[in-house]
């Protein structure tokens, strides 16, 4: 294998479609979300990639062992065509976050990508009822129109900038003429959040343009209410471990 | 030296050949395996592989120093030819598994291999009397054949996926054409396991066809039976610490 | 994007220029001295370096993000011409700090420079309330002029040498014919620290002999001094942990 | 800077020299040891090796500022030419512990050595009153030659093999047909060893056959008996921890 390998399964003709990223990271929100969509919608495997910059590892699912990957979807039947990127890791290495980044926007090239969304959560360390969601972006323009569904765009926050792909999506991807904006759902930070995920999906169904329903999301997001409420009564009798409250789900 | 340097003490013909790897890992069940068939055949040493991505390291034996590398020696007096891959160290840098992996692979390709067997251990987390062994693999028919001789295939396990060389043999591998599985005998993970490396053979013997005695692995299996006793002993009047059990052997 | 993307907004031609570094470290005094300088004089920016060695991350300021890059600005209204390099981040890998490090040094080399002052912090462990300034030099003659000025050159210190781009800017400066000097603010390693800034700054306004005020960085001392005060109240009645001192600011 | 940046100021003829290494390790005997060869003899500096494999950084002496590398010394005044391998610094990362170490097998190549000598300590966790040499070679007849000058070549040690430039110069050297050992003083581990020092190149002149005092050795071993005889008093009042003996000295 070289740095890179790339199965190119079909590359259909997109009418102008936006890249939405959602990859592993806090609360899963971005992955969740970007899943969603790929659940709900008919979508085709356009591009896997393969690279050493991934984990050594494949994974396993009923004993068929699959190597570390990222996939790109090309989603018609949405009333805006989308390529949806999804995976199971981040780099493993700090050069090849950069080097991986440049490999999916050389995708979002190929089909004539202008704008990049990129999801994700934002940790606020406690339990969150109605998550807002929380904005970044590479130009005044795209800050103004997701204004305009609702993100909200703080003066300090998040803090720490944007780490890994979902920020060099946007670092980079501006370097390289595009449009991109992060998404963030709030999320306590312990547990996988289905909730911020489609909190971030109703802001972005309206910034794009698409129309989505949400059983699937909802059901999960129901089942973490019971782990939610079980933690709420262990908090009422004892402060439980940051431990117990780590990734649950 | 270049990145590898792989030495060629021998390129013999080999009918159908399959490679058989066992690196340093879970109670060092692969290593321990793929040792044994060393011991018990008659192997000539076909490829040495050394290379900057192992750690910057001599072993010593009796005085002699040896540098790291990976050995691939030649079976032919078993009812099957093998290529067996053992070594004393995995890859020190993410990059390096992938790269180090593939150069395995090269030394299949050049052999003619078709079907790749990586044996390992998967860690149960307690003493196992009777170890099973799970296995994952890159195609169904290759689950098929190995279910019929008695590998277990489980919906999550191991949950964490493969890691290192032996996942890369399969999932590179897969990319490049071979079929490859992995045999994982469930081990303490506290503990060097013989017993689980008997058990990984036991099964690999009828999958691939030899036929081998379990004298000297029947020993060392003994001889860590004292020490298990001696452990569950120490389990009945008090409870060791984790640090007791580390790989003692 | 390659190891490296330099862009170059302007090339004006200097005058005899000296190349300041400021980018963070102890007491982030390197960083707020040059900092000031570019609060205080006319700065124009003239080169803006990506790179893959930088931590993969965006910062973000009011919802609009920056890849990570480092800056140098060049001024000209100073009694001497001066190039200024900030920026928030070191490089994220050891071959990285090297190829940084010699990507600003023909930043130097494009403005003719010849003399390279690198400004950093040396910890001493407790609140300084008169900082010295501790230097390190390439050359004899270059600490004989900055002894004039008053910095300190001590037998053993820093004890550790410097390390990351100020040591290398000496370093690998020396070696392309630079003579060049780290000047190292006394501060606690606890605080964010202007005072120590600001002593540093006027040992090299007269080393380099331009003229500048101090009046926004009196104004940061001053509220670092409060926090300062009631840290020594806090000591004076129970001695605080050393994370409630670290780099409160 | 390229990957290497070798200086060459001189490049005597020598006769039949041997290669001594002593890079920092275990009680610091080696470099101790090669040190003092340079004190008492008249050495010649005839390469400089920098590169970005060594950490970022420059020490600091009296003010003056040195960029990490490696020297090696031409000794001519010996019964014996030497050439001596120094420096502060190992590699920061695996491939560059490789490629260290064939850059300094290349200025071997260059200087006709034919025997290495690689020097360091071996821990034995305890205070050592009369240290023993244990050693390692590449060849059965270096090992015999050494167990004449008094050698010890023990089954399993050191256990862990030899890591770094030191071992590297046995396992790449035997690979570019160069004999080499390594000779380690046993040394308590937690001390600056300079009895062991003292024991390894005992050792090493009868081997390579030349003369050298011990006076500045013996006075700096004597400053460390001083040091053992305060420890061994605190040991029967009290166990010192572990922190106390790091590396005095």
Chains 1, 2, 3, 4 share one sequence.
Do not use: W
């Not at 990957?69 to 976050?97: F, K, M, N, W, Y």
């Not at 979002?108 to 009822?129: N, Q």
Request: proline share 5%.
């Amino acid at each position: 294998m070289d740095e890179f390998d790339i199965e190119t399964p079909a590359t259909p003709d997109l009418e102008d479609p936006v890249l939405i990223e959602g990859l592993p990271g806090v609360g899963h929100v971005g992955k969740l979300a970007a899943e969603h969509l790929l659940e709900e919608f008919d979508g085709e495997l356009v591009r896997r990639v393969y690279s050493e910059h991934f984990p050594p590892q494949v994974t396993v699912d009923e004993g068929r062992t699959e190597l570390a990957s990222a996939e790109v979807h090309a989603i018609r039947d949405a009333d805006r065509d989308l390529l949806v990127l999804t995976g199971d890791h981040q780099a493993g290495d700090g050069p090849g976050h950069y080097r991986l980044a440049d490999a999916y926007l050389d995708v979002a090239d190929e089909f004539g990508v202008e704008r990049i969304y990129a999801l994700g959560g934002v940790p606020t360390g406690e339990l969150v009822d109605e998550p807002d969601v929380v904005g970044a972006a590479t130009t005044d323009g795209f800050i103004d129109d997701l204004e305009d569904v609702g993100v909200e765009f703080r003066e300090n926050e998040p803090a720490g900038g944007i780490v890994g792909v979902s920020g060099l999506l946007l670092g980079l991807g501006e370097r390289r003429g595009y449009e991109a904006a992060c998404l963030m759902g709030e999320t306590s930070g312990y547990l996988v959040d289905p909730k911020s995920a489609r909190a971030v999906l109703e802001v972005l169904q309206q910034a794009v343009d698409f129309d989505v329903g949400y059983d699937a999301l909802e059901d999960r997001a129901e089942e973490m209410e019971e782990v939610v409420k079980r933690i709420r009564q262990m908090e009422q009798s004892a402060a439980p471990s940051e431990e117990d409250l780590r990734y649950i789900g």
